[in-house]
């Protein structure tokens, strides 16, 4: 090997430890300033993170069991929140299947969610069939009712929307399909577009909940 090699290569292995001791100190440097990190890239799994997690509307609505529930009722816990409505034909039952079998996939080390169908159809959607529809999905299934303008404001703050409309006489409901992960401060985490895949929702949702517990413990340190 010639000399001129030996100090090309001598001069590219100190470029690499001073990168690489540039990106550790960054990292450092941000830990220790409590700088949040940046969410994480889950668009394989049709998941978008907010860097920052975004309010959602004020209500008082109804749930399941006919007691009325707030913005604060969702705190402390995760929420995975869906608009539809109880004689929804396809959308609505396969997309329940799915929560329900996501919640059978999660780790046991893991907060376990709640399932939460938003009424867009809240003239026949009242409590005691939220209750019947959403119990045969499980426990954590739980459902709201209320005004209607109420229900939409909700909606529209979970990134969704709803459009009634009549065929034939019959009433039909066009919705949102995406799932919205509400975060145990009552915020909007994470939006998670179809096709649903179970096992891409259950990693997804404990990406994002370790990722939001460092940020939380780095901003308390």
Known sequence: MNRSVKITLFFLFLFVILVFGLVVGRQVFTVSN????????????????????????????????????????????????FVGYTNCPDICPAAMANLRRTDKLLSKELPQPDYLLVSADPEHDTPEQLK????????NFHGLTGDLETLRALATSL???????????????????????????????????????????????????????????????
């Open 34 to 81: 409590g700088e949040p990190t940046p969410a994480p890239d889950l668009a394989e799994m049709n998941t978008y993170v907010y860097d920052q997690p975004r309010p959602l509307a004020e209500f008082t609505l109804i749930n399941e069991n006919g007691e009325t529930v707030t913005r604060e009722s969702l705190r402390g816990r995760w929420t995975f929140a």
């Open 132 to 139: 019947s529809y959403t119990g045969f999905f499980g426990e």
């Open 159 to 221: 990134s969704a929307v709803f459009v009634h409309r009549q065929v034939d006489g019959e009433l039909l409901v066009d919705h949102s399909g995406h799932f919205a992960l509400v975060n145990p401060d009552g915020e909007l985490a994470a939006l998670i577009q179809p096709p649903h895949n179970p096992e891409h929702l259950a990693e997804a949702f404990e990406r994002i909940y370790k990722w939001a517990k460092a940020n939380r413990e780095n901003a308390r340190s």
